[in-house]
């Protein structure tokens, strides 16, 4: 959560120095050079944090939803032309930064719903032991994930050419 509020600031202040810079060239590469350190972060952490908040029977599904943010694309260039229309340039900006504010927002809401639901699997599963935080499980040991149970050896003969089913089949 933290790398995605660093990566979302820096979009809001790229889009603030966009902004303000107005007519002035440094001031415009500075914006987008924090804009583009934005892109840097974001995109690696947002599929952390979607396996993070998924339930593992659901990690299919929260992926898929996590692509439909393609639609965007397609979406963008009509309600760009609508805003540019009818109100000032600035308005985009604005809008921009009110939309990823609102996302920080529901990545918070995510991440508190991810604990509780971690939280009360293991109330669950172990009902006599109590954290210090009554049932609420810091966000470090929220993070532990248990590796697959998939050994070294398995993992290179399941890929190996002549494994059953690639090349050579036996």
Same mark, same amino acid.
């Given at each position: 959560?933290?790398?995605? $509020? &660093?990566?979302?600031l820096?979009?809001?202040?790229?889009? @603030?120095? =966009?902004?303000? *810079?107005?007519?002035?060239?440094?001031?415009w590469?500075?914006? &987008?050079? !924090?804009?583009?350190?934005?892109? =840097? !972060?974001?995109?690696?952490?947002?599929?952390?944090f979607?396996?993070?908040? $998924?339930?593992? /029977?659901?990690?299919?599904?929260?992926?898929?939803?996590?692509n439909?943010?393609?639609?965007?694309? $397609? &979406?963008?260039?009509?309600?760009?032309?609508?805003?540019l229309?009818?109100?000032?340039?600035?308005? !985009?900006?604005?809008?921009? %930064?009110?939309?990823?504010?609102?996302?920080?927002?529901?990545?918070?809401?995510?991440v /508190?719903? $991810?604990q #509780?639901? *971690? *939280?009360?699997?293991?109330? #669950?599963?172990d009902?006599?032991?109590?954290?210090?935080?009554? /049932?609420?499980?810091?966000? @470090? @040991?929220? /993070?532990?994930?248990?590796?697959?149970? &998939?050994?070294? %050896?398995?993992?290179?003969?399941?890929?190996?050419?002549?494994?059953r089913?690639?090349?050579?089949?036996?």
């Amino acid at each position: 959560m933290k790398w995605l $509020a &660093v990566g979302s600031l820096f979009f809001l202040l790229g889009l @603030a120095g =966009i902004i303000f *810079a107005q007519r002035v060239l440094p001031m415009w590469v500075l914006a &987008v050079a !924090i804009f583009s350190l934005r892109e =840097i !972060i974001i995109i690696p952490v947002e599929y952390m944090f979607v396996d993070f908040i $998924a339930p593992p /029977h659901l990690k299919g599904s929260y992926y898929g939803m996590q692509n439909l943010s393609s639609l965007g694309g $397609a &979406v963008n260039s009509l309600l760009t032309g609508l805003l540019l229309t009818y109100t000032p340039p600035v308005t !985009i900006f604005g809008l921009l %930064m009110l939309v990823t504010l609102l996302s920080l927002w529901f990545c918070y809401r995510g991440v /508190h719903l $991810a604990q #509780r639901s *971690a *939280a009360g699997s293991r109330a #669950r599963r172990d009902p006599g032991r109590r954290s210090a935080a009554g /049932h609420r499980l810091t966000i @470090a @040991a929220a /993070h532990i994930r248990r590796a697959p149970s &998939v050994t070294l %050896m398995e993992s290179q003969s399941a890929f190996s050419p002549t494994s059953r089913g690639c090349l050579h089949p036996r």
